[in-house]
């Protein structure tokens, strides 16, 4: 009697559901990589009308951790395009240009995302980043401490005090460092933005006029999701904004 599997080829049919099982993965990355970003809009704010070749996943609530409620993605709601740009050309495509004050309205390279307005939390559910005033255990072992330098701003004018530093105490870092500045009021200036030297701290970035722009903190204590970008955003965009000279292409 002939066997069931007598002249079945069991290699070529370990291979057939390996690929199966391979396309049937691409397809669950790529759908679950739709979460966030779509559906597509269309520069006008409006849906576009080809969403790739993949269709959307449906809708999945995830429970936040620490009792920070629920979201659910994709949440199908549109971005909007309530932003200070007008496109320089109608042709679809074309590049948005600033009408305004592009630092203090948000756009280009100073863009920010909407993240919640609440602290990062680390694993415990305490705020990652603090003051280090707040932060017992914390010291400055190597190096020179930026406390009580001044703040040197991109064209050399003089704009306050450093004097504090907000660590990641999750990560042992400083992200931070905090300025009491002459004209009243304090802000934080991202740690990748500033060069501790002797003489002071230099943030080339932006000029002594712009500090009074730098976006605030509500709490002195604590800094959220949402004000970290839009001072890092501030900051960064400084680097092509703060002067017409840094616009365009630098030829060497």
């Not at 996943?57 to 932003?83: C, I, Q, Y």
């Not at 705020?127 to 401490?145: C, H, I, Q």
Request: hydrophobic share 35%.
């Amino acid at each position: 009697m002939e066997p069931f599997f007598g002249n079945f080829d069991l290699a070529q049919l370990a291979l057939y559901l390996f690929w199966i099982f391979f396309a049937g993965l691409i397809y669950y990355l790529q759908t679950e990589n739709m979460r966030e970003g779509y559906p597509l809009e269309n520069d006008d704010g409006t849906q576009a009308g080809n969403q790739g070749p993949f269709p959307l996943p449906k809708p999945k609530t995830f429970k936040l951790s620490h009792g920070r409620g629920e979201v659910t993605v994709p949440d199908m709601a549109s971005e909007g395009r309530d932003v200070a740009l007008v496109q320089s050309s109608p042709t679809a495509g074309s590049p948005f240009e600033p009408e305004g004050d592009p630092m203090i309205d948000g756009v280009g390279p100073a863009s920010w995302a909407p993240r919640r307005d609440v602290p990062e939390l680390d694993g415990h559910g305490h705020p990652k980043l603090v003051p280090m005033r707040m932060s017992e255990g914390f010291r400055v072992a190597t190096g020179l401490d930026p406390r009580g330098l001044p703040v040197i701003a991109g064209d050399g004018a003089s704009v306050g005090t450093i004097s504090d530093m907000w660590v990641d105490e999750a990560e042992q870092m400083v992200r931070y460092l905090e300025a009491d500045l002459d004209s009243g009021g304090s802000c934080l200036v991202p740690m990748p933005m500033a060069r501790i030297k002797r003489d002071g701290i230099r943030v080339r970035s932006i000029f002594g006029h712009h500090f009074a722009n730098v976006p605030r903190i509500k709490s002195p204590n604590q800094v959220t999701m949402l004000e970290e970008e839009k001072i890092c955003a501030y900051y960064g965009g400084g680097t092509l904004y703060a002067s017409p000279q840094r616009f365009g292409p630098k030829l060497g």
